[in-house]
């Protein structure tokens, strides 16, 4: 199996440290699943937005399938592809989940069961959330005005050889690091870490 479809690195994190699997603004995966049907996406409008307990936000337009999924089962995960599927990805936001019946496999993409949700996660990927949608009057008025979901993180799980001790690795395998959406499939390749002194009091 290629190292970058390898399920043995992943650990789960501390969910108060969820929202660092998102601070770097990486280009993620979107997937749901509801009445036997499952898609999946590519996004670059995700974010973290609380810690504890953590939130994240996500933009999804309302012409994707995805997104009827999500509205129907009030579930979606957020998976964080690396170099290695930047093909995939770039195949995952290009494609339409009401013309294909199997995305995932159209994409080149496969899915593993999440623990806390019905909607699947994607292998090969090096960061994973499983977040359910919160669904009071404001966030639904967000939904409809601006496509903004607000979520919490139900579970999280990373890649240790990429994320670990609550930080993104500097010595992470080139296949194995973020990809960031520039525009019409050109993305950069998240790159080494700087570590900045701290300020004199």
Known sequence: ???HVTSSHRR???LPQAYRLLNHGPTV????????????????????LDFDPPKVTLVIDKSTFTRTLI??????????????LADATFAAGSLSGTEHADK???????????????APLVE?????????VIDGAPERHHQQAYDLFVAEVLAAQADERVFSGGRWRADA??????IHHQAGGAFFVAGETVQAAKPAP
């Not at 395998?173 to 973020?178: E, G, K, S």
């Open 29 to 48: 995966l979107v997937s749901a699943a509801h009445g036997g049907r499952a898609n999946v996406m590519a996004a670059a409008w995700a974010m973290p």
């Open 104 to 118: 995932f496999a159209d994409c080149g993409l496969a899915a593993f069961a999440a623990e806390r949700i019905e």
């Open 71 to 84: 509205e129907a089962s009030g579930r979606f995960a957020l998976s964080v592809p690396c170099h290695a």
């Open 1 to 3: 199996m290629p190292e």
């Open 12 to 14: 789960a994190v501390p």
């Open 173 to 178: 395998p080139a296949a194995l690091r973020t």
């Open 124 to 132: 090969g990927c090096v960061a994973w959330l499983e977040c359910r």
